[in-house]
């Protein structure tokens, strides 16, 4: 499984645009970049999944250069309930040699009014 | 409604006594996990099922026993709990039989081992 590396936490303000970046540099030709959002005490939930460019979906967008060894989450116009705990997960559509999820520690995005 | 249910949802127990925690699914999901929440080390997961009699170590399986005799059901087995199993636990389950599709999450359930 490829290493994911997020920064630790991020502060922003209502109404701002919050890009979370998260480093894969051993990833694989076959790996997706997935990213969750946990809010205080509920389980994770699924936001996106891409494997390279742009993905973008009601609640963010999902950019992947071209060389996939980083990806970028985007929040447009967060607001007071988007603070919460953000994930980034390399996983397989085949499982590859290990069918685990490792989500590590994430990323807690403080949003403030 | 489709969701994933875990009984239950709070738990205070006391060293070595046996302790199971159910998880069960209504969206006829192949894949089933359990994870445990700590603080400063995030999530792990503890084993999972990528189907009816079939599981699997995830990276903290010592301690714990899972079975997955119904395809819904996959609990959650403490045979002698200690003090350093005391956590926050979410169960989880996903269609498909890889960990890459969308994993829905229980509400987690809370256990303290005194």
């Known amino acids: 499984l490829a290493k994911t590396t997020q920064p630790i936490s991020m502060d922003s303000y209502e109404g701002q645009e919050v890009n979370i970046t998260c480093s894969h540099n051993?990833?694989?030709?076959?790996?997706?970049i997935t990213w969750y959002q946990q809010f205080p005490s509920q389980g994770p939930r699924f936001i996106i999944q891409?494997?390279?460019t742009k993905v973008t979906n009601e609640v963010a967008s999902l950019f992947i250069p071209a060389d996939r060894k980083s990806s970028t989450l985007s929040l447009p116009r967060v607001s007071l309930s988007d603070t919460a705990v953000y994930y980034c997960l390399v996983l397989r559509p085949d499982g590859g040699a290990t069918n685990k999820l490792i989500f590590g520690t994430g990323t807690l995005l403080a949003v403030q009014p | 409604e489709a969701q994933v249910t875990q009984n239950p949802r709070y738990l205070i127990t006391v060293t070595g006594k046996k302790l199971t925690v159910t998880c069960s699914q209504n969206m006829n999901h192949e894949y089933m996990s359990w994870y445990r929440q700590d603080p400063g080390l995030g999530l792990r997961q503890i084993y999972y099922s990528m189907n009816v009699e079939v599981t699997d170590k995830g990276d903290v399986p010592e301690g714990y026993k899972v079975s997955r005799k119904e395809k819904r059901n996959f609990p959650l087995i403490l045979e002698s709990p200690s003090p350093n199993q005391t956590s926050l636990y979410f169960c989880a389950s996903s269609s498909g039989t890889r960990a890459y599709n969308e994993q829905f999450f229980g509400p987690g359930t809370r256990l303290t081992v005194l």
């Open positions: 051993n990833i694989a030709t076959n790996d997706y």
């Open positions: 891409g494997y390279k």
